[in-house]
Structure formats: structure tokens, C-alpha cells
């Protein structure tokens, strides 16, 4: 594993700048990964490990630069479920182990650094120097995962049977003998609505003509 300040510089390039966020993940994608025995997560290790995260922030971008998950690469899988946790995956034994921060550090950084006003400076610092127990909690946990959810794996290609998508990776539902789409079989569930009256531009002409 290489030392924390060169992933955390390499964190800071890869998301725009450095905040408390920032250190908490890459502390955590690196306590996770030694709880595992993976030393070389991007290099030698790069096919033993899955994580998933569950928040969709600054952490999220140090834990995959540490790790070298990535969503690309189906290694990375998001719950957005707004906790700054993650789970750290061994393929090649199975095991695993969960990670959140824990509230209480919020606390003990103020505590630690009562001279520092800007609540953000005052975490980033603390962060640095606290012990992992009073920065995280740990639970080894079980995660059941499908041959689908694996990097490399490479599923059947089908068609939506009402919008005529094409659907990767077996993510599609069966409606008696129709294989639909998820955002067609759960309308409400989409992150976009389709807008009415207005025309789509379907023509493989250019839109504009020199």
C-alpha cells in the first residue's frame, strides 16, 4: 500500500481539492483493504476486490482512487443510502467487511482542535490524527454476490419488449413471455420523465448545414 500522503494527493488531483471527505475515505478504502490483506489493490490485488459505497460524496472518489474500483470496471457498486460507509469485498476468499465513520469524530475534532474556526480545516486535521477506532466502526459482514454483479461478467444482450433499448448484464425483469426493461416495468422509479409535445430529432442529418 503506498503511503497515506501520496494517495491522499492523488485523491485531491482526481476530485478537484481536498476536504475532510477526502481524508476520511482514503483512511478508509486503506484500513479496509489492510483488514483484508490486500497490499496492492491496483496493481498485483486489482482483481481480488469489490466495493460498495454508500453515499455519493468526496469520499466516494478517495475510496476509488485508493482501491482502484471503479464503476467502468464493475468493481465499484453504489447504494446511495446518504451513510459514509463502505464495504470492502475479497473475491478470493469471500470475505468481507464493512466500515462507516463514526458521528462521534465530528465531536473529538472540535476537541482536538478547539483553535481551528472553519469547521472544515478543523476536521481535515483531526482526521489526520486520529486513531482508526475513534474514526471508524468495523463489522465483518456477509455479501451474497450473483455471477452478474462480477467484473468481467458478461451477460445475454436483449431488447425491451416496449421501448426496444437494448439491456446489458441481465438487468431487465420477465412480464409473462415479454422481457422488459426496469424503468419501463417500474415507471415511478426512473430519475427522468419523458416530456410530451415535443419532437425528438431522429434524422441522421446535421442539424445545422455549412
Known amino acids: 500500500m503506498e503511503p497515506f500522503d501520496n494517495l491522499l494527493s492523488q485523491a485531491e488531483a482526481a476530485h478537484g481539492h481536498l476536504c475532510a471527505g477526502q481524508i476520511l475515505g482514503v483512511r478508509m478504502a486503506m484500513l479496509g483493504c489492510l483488514r483484508l490483506g490486500i497490499d496492492d489493490?491496483?496493481?498485483?490485488?486489482?482483481?481480488?476486490?469489490?466495493?460498495?459505497?454508500?453515499?455519493?460524496?468526496?469520499?466516494?472518489?478517495?475510496?476509488?482512487?485508493?482501491?482502484?474500483?471503479?464503476?467502468?470496471?464493475?468493481?465499484?457498486?453504489?447504494?446511495d443510502w446518504g451513510k459514509m460507509a463502505a464495504t470492502f469485498v475479497d473475491l478470493s476468499t469471500n470475505r468481507a467487511?464493512?466500515?462507516a465513520a463514526r458521528e462521534s469524530s465530528k465531536e473529538r475534532a472540535r476537541r482536538l482542535h478547539?483553535?481551528?474556526?472553519?469547521?472544515?480545516?478543523q476536521q481535515m486535521a483531526?482526521?489526520?490524527?486520529?486513531?482508526?477506532?475513534?474514526?471508524?466502526?468495523?463489522?465483518?459482514?456477509?455479501?451474497?454476490?450473483?455471477?452478474?454483479?462480477?467484473?468481467?461478467?458478461?451477460?445475454?444482450?436483449?431488447?425491451?419488449?416496449?421501448?426496444?433499448?437494448?439491456?446489458?448484464?441481465?438487468?431487465?425483469?420477465?412480464?409473462?413471455e415479454s422481457i422488459v426493461c426496469i424503468p419501463c416495468a417500474n415507471p415511478e422509479t426512473r430519475y427522468y420523465q419523458p416530456l410530451t409535445g415535443i419532437p425528438a430529432y431522429n434524422s441522421p442529418e446535421p442539424l445545422t448545414k455549412p
Request: hydrophobic share 35%; glycine share 6%.
Open 41 to 79: 489493490p491496483r496493481g498485483k490485488d486489482r482483481k481480488r476486490l469489490v466495493t460498495f459505497v454508500e453515499i455519493d460524496r468526496c469520499a466516494t472518489d478517495a475510496i476509488s482512487v485508493v482501491t482502484g474500483c471503479r464503476l467502468g470496471k464493475r468493481a465499484l457498486k453504489v447504494r
Open 97 to 99: 467487511i464493512r466500515i
Open 114 to 121: 478547539p483553535e481551528i474556526e472553519n469547521k472544515n480545516q
Open 126 to 176: 483531526a482526521y489526520r490524527e486520529l486513531p482508526d477506532a475513534e474514526l471508524f466502526s468495523e463489522q465483518w459482514v456477509s455479501v451474497p454476490l450473483h455471477p452478474r454483479e462480477f467484473p468481467g461478467y458478461k451477460g445475454e444482450r436483449v431488447a425491451c419488449s416496449i421501448c426496444g433499448e437494448s439491456i446489458n448484464y441481465d438487468r431487465f425483469l420477465r412480464d409473462g
